[in-house]
């Protein structure tokens, strides 16, 4: 609880929101590292795969159950569809707010490409409940498959974004892109090695 607060009322929000920003967050999935408290909060469609959360709770925890229980309705491959559309708003949103007036802080969150994997490399729909074995885990191989899967297109995807975002900004942006941790499958300490990149206005490129 006292990190989640940290993160939700961090320093850096409070810093641009004193002089005059703008701030914009996204819905990530994670209650924790949704800051909803922005001044613009986005969130996908919540119909978009014809099932609202709530919706999600009272067939899991009422005698509606048994269209689950009988095969009718899978709610975790919905899951997974909202986990896709929530991406894709994600992805097609955020280079798009470059074009809005103003001084502004955007915090984007994608759990790519971690699980589900829902992702081709091109971006097309894969299929999802192939990675995962008769009792509904991913195994070592598959999971290295659908990551590398997802990877590849969280990389070209990311890459086209900042170059949209560096074309249709009128004042040169900074640009913050950082892994959170790598996948299970790897040894703690590569686990915790991350992606940590920064752009920034005036200085020329250097790799640390």
């Known amino acids: ?35 909803d408290n922005s001044d613009v909060y986005m969130e996908a469609n919540p119909l978009a795969n014809g099932m609202t959360a709530f919706e999600g709770i009272v067939l899991e925890r009422t005698a509606l159950r048994v269209a689950v229980d009988e095969g009718y309705l899978n709610t975790e491959l919905l899951d997974f569809t909202h986990y896709r559309e929530r991406t894709q708003f ?25 699980p589900p994997f829902v992702f081709n490399v091109d971006g097309s729909p894969a299929d999802s409940l192939s990675f995962l074995n008769e009792k509904n885990v991913y195994p070592a191989d598959k999971f290295e498959e659908g990551y590398l899967m997802q990877l590849t297109y969280a990389s070209t995807a990311i890459t086209e974004i900042v170059r949209q975002i560096l074309a249709t900004s009128a004042t040169p ?25 920064y752009y920034l206005p005036g200085h020329h490129d250097a790799i640390i």
Do not use: C
């Open 1 to 35: 609880t006292p990190l989640a607060s940290l993160i939700r009322n961090n320093a850096v929000k409070k810093y641009v929101e004193a002089r005059g920003y703008t701030t914009y967050a996204f819905e990530t999935g994670f209650p924790w590292s949704e800051l």
């Open 90 to 114: 994600t992805l097609k949103t955020l280079p798009t707010l470059a074009t809005r007036p103003g001084p502004k802080f955007v915090f984007a969150h994608l759990i790519l490409p971690h």
């Open 173 to 197: 942006p900074i640009i913050v892109i950082q892994g959170d941790h790598g996948p299970w499958i790897q040894s703690n300490d590569r686990r915790l090695t991350i992606l940590n990149a």
